[in-house]
């Protein structure tokens, strides 16, 4: 996802600045707004790939900047406000959101949610052909794995897993980040099925283990 444009519209600077310092970490370019008003005039010259929107902001609300938006692009658009009440949500997405965080939030979250939402926009983007990180070769359309030719026996989450660390070699994940991407936000699972699965997928990658390295007290990474 990395060189993504996402536009915060948040009249809290303090917010923006957090929302922009871990994005740009991530690759993304970011670029911020105080209000819907300001954002409007800003998306015509710089057109983000992403909105992230509060929804109590002075001049014009979150909705009501929704609503306007979306009468002119067709931007995929991500609510993050502080109002946590199920007719929030409920209006924020009707009005076009294509998701809705509540505040305060958790960064690996965010970006989690951002990921999903931008694969949804974008299905071209998903991985739809066979591609080689050092002696492991993935071919995304047929959900297979082979290290140096042989083939490898992998569960659907194994194997998820392993390509999500692959494609971003040297990218350290944490165990709560890993499970928000590969198991979903709903998922209510212990971090430690992250442990698991990842013993699993180096016991099968045999004398290849070490592709995937532990950062200790912070989680995994895929490292050739």
Known sequence: MN???VMIIDDEEAMRQLVSTFLEKEGYTVIQAA?????LSAIDQQMPDLLIVDVMMPYMDGYAFTKEVKRKYDLPLI????K???WDKIHGLKLGGDDYIVKPFHPGELLARIESVLRRANPSSRPTDRYTIGPLALDANAYKATVNGKALS???KEYELLVRLAQNPGKVFSREQLLQLVWGEDYNGSER???THVKTLRLKLKDQASL???VWGVGYKFEV
Do not use: P
Not at 35 to 39: D, H, L, P, S, V
């Open 3 to 5: 060189g993504l444009k």
């Open 35 to 39: 209000n819907g008003m300001e954002a």
């Open 79 to 82: 609510f993050l406000s502080a």
């Open 84 to 86: 946590g009440e199920e």
């Open 154 to 156: 992998l569960t659907l």
């Open 193 to 195: 099925t992250v442990d």
């Open 212 to 214: 995937i390295q532990t």
